[in-house]
T-cell receptor, first 116, second 115 residues
Framework: DAGVIQSPRHEVTEMGQEVTLRCKPISGHNSLFWYRQTMMRGLELLIYFNNNVPIDDSGMPEDRFSAKMPNASFSTLKIQPSEPRDSAVYFC??????????????FGPGTRLLVL | AQTVTQSQPEMSVQEAETVTLSCTYDTSESDYYLFWYKQPPSRQMILVIRQEAYKQQNATENRFSVNFQKAAKSFSLKISDSQLGDAAMYFCAYMLGSGNTPLVFGKGTRLSVIA
């Protein structure tokens, strides 16, 4: 299995630009999570989906952030417009959560975002 | 809300020695899971070990073992025979047992291994 795939791995952009982060979960997994890691706040949940449906987006910082999961094999996290304080590592994780609720989450390699 | 606390921002250990990383958590739930994740400089999050709260037996994975004290809400990680490759950030995490819910992470402990 290829594991969770994220792209791009690194992104450098200027303030005000639109940024789109992409995630392909492990095949067969039905839950997908977006986390953000910063020095100040550590690892925090942004949003998660079960069966492509957003369940909890209370961690999304503000309206500049949006996430979609159009099908079971693809999700995007979009920031528009981006700001320097959005600079962080963004992780996508997936898991199998119905028949085996004890299944753990497997993380992608992360996208390191720098907004200048 | 559930919280996870790692009180040791940094730890160090001599190669081949044993080190214990501490973690406490706060929850009113009885059904949950606890995890330790390792994050090396590559930033990849790697699962080290997990513990189901309903199991009294402490989980072990080769050189890694946990001391799970449910009443005290404590979940420490012991690394035996430490190796240079164990140097990393270690995160303790909590997850509700019902349904598929997000992980709640502690702030992490940076482990250095001295040759």
């Amino acid at each position: 299995d290829a594991g969770v795939i994220q792209s791009p791995r690194h992104e450098v952009t200027e303030m005000g630009q639109e940024v789109t982060l992409r995630c392909k979960p492990i095949s067969g997994h039905n839950s997908l999570f977006w986390y953000r890691q910063t020095m100040m706040r550590g690892l925090e949940l942004l949003i998660y989906f079960n069966n492509n449906v957003p369940i909890d987006d209370s961690g999304m910082p503000e309206d500049r952030f949006s996430a979609k999961m159009p099908n079971a094999s693809f999700s995007t996290l979009k920031i528009q417009p981006s700001e320097p304080r959005d600079s962080a590592v963004y992780f996508c994780a997936s898991s199998w959560g119905q028949v085996r609720p004890q299944e753990t989450q497997y993380f992608g390699p992360g996208t390191r975002l720098l907004v200048l | 809300a559930q919280t996870v606390t790692q009180s040791q921002p940094e730890m160090s250990v001599q190669e081949a020695e044993t080190v214990t990383l501490s973690c406490t958590y706060d929850t009113s739930e009885s059904d949950y899971y606890l995890f330790w994740y390792k994050q090396p400089p590559s930033r990849q999050m790697i699962l080290v070990i997990r513990q189901e709260a309903y199991k009294q037996q402490n989980a072990t994975e080769n050189r890694f073992s946990v001391n799970f004290q449910k009443a005290a809400k404590s979940f420490s990680l012991k690394i035996s025979d430490s190796q240079l490759g164990d140097a990393a950030m270690y995160f303790c995490a909590y997850m509700l047992g019902s349904g598929n819910t997000p992980l709640v992470f502690g702030k992490g402990t940076r482990l250095s291994v001295i040759a």
